[in-house]
């Protein structure tokens, strides 16, 4: 099993920075890859970033590009991710997720955390 707990989230002002930490910890090593998802309120949960531990590749929502950086720490099996430019439509819980496969789809992620709130203030 993997344990997954999300922390970072806060309120924020338009035009600000997060960074959300995800440490993972239990058998890490039987998923390889790590993802981000998010769910506003009245939303269906949305990818929003995911990376392998193992290095590679690494993908992005296109609402994030440019905007949002995901990053590994394999010593501290800890997953981040970096919000700049926050928008007021970027509130959300933040969700971290483990796969054994690097994927877009909420279905192909199998361990999850119990989220952390992001406000964005306008």
């Known amino acids: 099993q993997v344990q997954l707990v999300e922390s970072g989230g806060g309120l924020v002002q338009a035009g600000g920075s997060l960074r959300l930490s995800c440490a993972a910890s239990?058998?890490?090593?039987?998923?390889?890859?790590m993802g981000w998802f998010r769910q506003a309120p009245g939303k269906e949960r949305e990818f929003v970033a995911a990376?392998?531990?193992?290095?590679?590749?690494?993908a992005y929502a296109d609402f994030v590009k440019g905007r949002f950086a995901i990053s590994r720490d394999n010593a501290k099996n800890t997953v981040y991710l970096q919000m700049n430019s926050l928008k007021p439509e970027d509130t959300a819980v933040y969700y971290c997720?483990?796969?054994?496969?690097?994927?877009?789809?909420?279905?192909?992620?199998?361990?999850w955390g119990q989220g952390t709130q992001v406000t964005v203030s306008s």
């Open positions: 997720a483990a796969a054994q496969n690097l994927g877009l789809y909420e279905s192909e992620y199998d361990y």
């Open positions: 990376l392998r531990w193992s290095g590679g590749s690494v």
């Open positions: 239990g058998r890490t090593f039987i998923r390889d890859a």
